[in-house]
């Protein structure tokens, strides 16, 4: 049936019978039929009742279901490139382990999609058509695209690659991954590694987000609920100032001994939210405050004297700056490995947190001391 008269067929209804009968109300026959979309502004019910009604509509529509195509398949495409390189449908049967009645209707079904001869037979010749030489190109790009994602896959499967991305606030300590990291790397040596640094809430939005996939971050009572976390290490925070800031005199500093100065922070740092509740408590007037965004700026900062500068115990503090304990005053942070509850573990990020969970952080946090002090150990 032309498609002329099947669309003035179905304006007639006589697709439905009576339109009581269809159970559907909202049919609407005065848009015209589209070969990509079907019944311009019909919805699949109708179509579908169409096609239960009467299947003429669909055979001369060349088996269009819903306003679609039937799509290529994989190995219709594979076939089609095996006979472009050897111009003979028995060779090509043969390379692809198949019967030459299968290679043809395979052929033919691909030609079907495309809407045209991709072939010319002239007794024993065959070659590409115009519509075959243009196809060749695009089909093995889209053949090779295929088989690269099935190798990924096999190789992801087998443990044979994987890929790992970690999220690290400025304000943590980066040897924490590191550490961690060179042991997975041992028993995974095809892994691939991303790391990102950023402010906090940026890297719970990421985590969030399926950006990263697992972050330590810093345990300050607010995490979210959909985070699964779990407790590494407790480090204490230490003053570091230039040796020529007033403060460097002290050994320990007394919180009073701040009134005064000025502070450099890392936006975002709860530990110096904490300081600054600490010094209002005590009637602690600071003199003013300085802003940086990575731990790297705020040491940077603190060395030419424009304030004194609270950093973790992990982290070393760059020449020329020194360190000084804080007297009377307990600030200090929980380090969390954090993952998004609901996920799958891929096999490269299920084998890091059992790795993290396992290390012993407080013997590495003495042995670490032990080596800043120039003594040697076992």
């Known amino acids: 049936m032309p498609i002329s008269e099947f669309v003035a067929w179905r304006r007639t ?7 009581a009968d269809t159970g559907s109300q909202n049919l609407d026959t005065e848009h015209p039929f589209d070969l990509d979309r079907g019944f311009v502004g019909s919805s699949q019910y109708e179509w579908l009742l169409a096609g239960a009604a009467t299947t003429k ?17 994989l190995h219709q495409v594979r076939y089609f490139i095996a006979l472009c390189k050897s111009l003979n449908f028995t060779r090509a049967a043969e390379a692809c382990n198949i019967t030459q009645s299968a290679l043809t209707r395979a052929i033919q079904k691909l030609e079907d999609e495309l809407g045209g001869p991709l072939l010319q037979r002239e007794r024993n010749l065959t070659q590409l058509s115009e519509l075959g030489r243009l196809m060749q190109p695009l089909l093995e790009q889209s053949l090779a695209m295929a088989d690269a994602a099935k190798d990924h896959a096999d190789k992801f499967r087998n443990g044979e690659k994987a890929s790992l991305h970690l999220g690290l606030p400025s304000m943590v300590y980066a040897g924490v991954a590191r550490d961690i990291l060179a042991e997975v790397i041992n028993r995974l040596p095809a892994l691939e590694v991303a790391l990102s640094a950023d402010s906090q809430p940026r890297m719970i939005e990421e985590l969030l987000q399926g950006e990263v996939d697992a972050a330590f971050l810093v345990d300050d009572g607010n995490l979210p609920e959909r985070l699964i976390t779990w407790i590494l290490y407790k480090e204490r925070f230490q003053i570091v100032i230039a040796p020529d800031h ?28 904490k300081l600054r509740e600490l010094c209002a408590q005590m009637g602690v007037a600071l003199r003013s405050r300085h802003f940086v965004d990575t731990e790297d700026h705020l040491q940077h900062l603190a060395s030419i004297s424009l304030g004194f500068a609270l950093l973790p115990e992990k982290i070393s503090a760059m020449p020329p700056l020194v360190t000084r304990t804080l007297a009377g005053a307990d600030l200090s942070q929980s380090i969390v490995l954090a993952v998004v509850s609901g996920r799958r573990f891929s096999p490269a990020l299920n084998l890091f947190i059992r790795v993290a969970r396992a290390r012993n952080f407080a013997v590495e946090k003495r042995n670490r001391n032990r080596e800043l002090h120039g003594f040697a150990f076992k």
Request: charged content about 15%; hydrophobic content about 40%.
């Open 13 to 19: 209804g006589s697709a439905f019978g009576n339109r």
């Open 57 to 73: 509509p669909l055979a001369a529509l060349g088996g269009l279901v819903m306003g679609r195509r039937p799509s290529m398949e």
């Open 246 to 273: 007033p403060l460097a005199k002290l050994e320990s500093i007394p919180v009073n001994a701040l009134a005064g100065q000025s502070i450099v922070e890392c936006r975002e740092c709860c530990i110096s939210a």
